[in-house]
């Protein structure tokens, strides 16, 4: 009986002393569904982001964290690794993760319920902003004599990961186009696309990230390369009447060594998505730091891309979802007008 009560002792100072602890350091291990900022409490969040290093998305992951963890002391942010957009999409809808970067496709179709899901809409996601304007890049090496979308016919062509926007786009393009079936297709993401490229086990690989790409800068610079107009063909071919989401749009001359003229290519953005149960105020002031005139310059001197948060012409145009009505209360503070579309609900 005596051993019993020291026992009973022991461990009732036990949970006393790490209740103590926790209301010290203020950390609570929940999500952020639910919760209001609180002082002296910490909020840990997942973003969603790509692959690995080197993918645009979860480059754009790890610099939000970075900026957030930085300047707001009660968020312990991470950066997580998934199959890519089509997946964060998933995630995000499921609760898996807080926040994830989504394509404008992958945006509009997860909400609702079309092509890869079908049937299953994705309607608790909302959008924060647009993360960065992509531009869809055919990268080849110029001693392949690869100049238009058909000539990829027979070629082996990285279409970067399974799962990811790129991907997705890759297949209905070239469905589109009628060469899916004739090429080769490798899943590869974008940095190991590169490589491959640059050791001759590929002909070719398609990357979306923002301008400009910094895979396509360094095989560029050990390699002389071409970029592919995909886009005249798509014109013929009705792609963009059928996915209104993508657009057309230019590389300009002399971004990447040795591409001395203007590349047409397919265009989209990569969006912030976060969770519809994640608090208003905790997303108004994530939104309200990230696209400041202080949160840009620090998000693009991370991500170069990322510089696209600062120009408010954009900042909405590739949103396929409602916003979230904290990111909603923060743009209409600064004079952004909503479009009925993508209005809180």
């Known amino acids: 009986m005596a051993k019993a009560k020291i026992f009973m002792a022991f461990l009732l100072m036990v949970l006393c002393t790490f209740a103590v602890a926790s209301s010290l350091y203020g950390v ?5 569904q639910g919760q209001s900022p609180q002082p002296g409490k ?21 610099a939000i964290a970075g900026l957030l963890n930085r300047r707001m002391s009660n968020l312990n942010v991470t950066p997580e690794s998934s199959a890519g957009a089509v997946e964060n999409v998933r995630r995000v809808h499921n609760k898996q993760a807080d926040m994830g970067g989504a394509f404008s496709a ?16 994705q309607q608790n996601i909302r959008a924060v902003g647009v993360l960065y304007c992509s ?54 993401g974008g940095s190991d696309s590169a490589q491959a490229l640059k050791d001759g ?16 800068v360094d095989v560029s610079s050990v390699k002389s390369i071409v970029l592919v107009d995909v886009v005249t063909e798509a014109k013929k071919a009705g792609f963009f009447e059928k996915y209104p989401y993508f657009t057309p749009g230019e590389i300009p001359a002399g971004l990447y060594k040795g591409v ?6 397919i265009t989209s953005s990569a969006n912030w998505i ?42 909405l145009s590739g949103l396929r979802a409602p916003l979230h009505p904290g990111a909603e209360k923060y ?7 909503i479009p009925d579309s993508i209005k809180a609900k």
């Open 274 to 315: 976060v969770n519809r149960d994640t608090p208003a105020d905790l997303v108004y002031e994530m939104t309200k730091l990230a696209y400041s005139e202080e949160g840009v310059k620090y998000l693009s001197n991370t991500y170069k891309p990322l510089k696209d948060m600062g120009n408010k012409k954009l900042v």
């Open 260 to 265: 001395d003229y203007v590349t047409p290519v």
């Open 331 to 337: 743009w209409k503070e600064v004079g952004i007008a």
């Open 28 to 32: 609570t291990p929940a999500h952020a």
């Open 135 to 188: 531009f869809t890049h055919v990268v080849a090496l110029k001693s392949s004599g690869i100049k238009t979308a058909s000539d990829l016919k027979g070629k082996k062509v990285a279409v970067a990961g399974q799962g990811t926007g790129t991907a997705l786009l890759s297949e209905r393009l070239f469905r589109e186009l009628g060469l899916w079936d004739k090429i080769k297709v490798v899943y590869l």
């Open 42 to 62: 910490k909020i840990f969040l997942s973003f969603a982001g790509g692959p690995s290093a080197g993918s645009s998305v979860m480059d754009c992951a790890a």
């Open 106 to 121: 992958d945006m509009f179709e997860g909400y609702n319920g079309k092509g890869q899901f079908e049937g299953h809409p």
């Open 201 to 216: 086990q590929i002909d070719a690989f398609i990357w979306s990230p923002g301008l400009p790409g910094p895979t396509i």
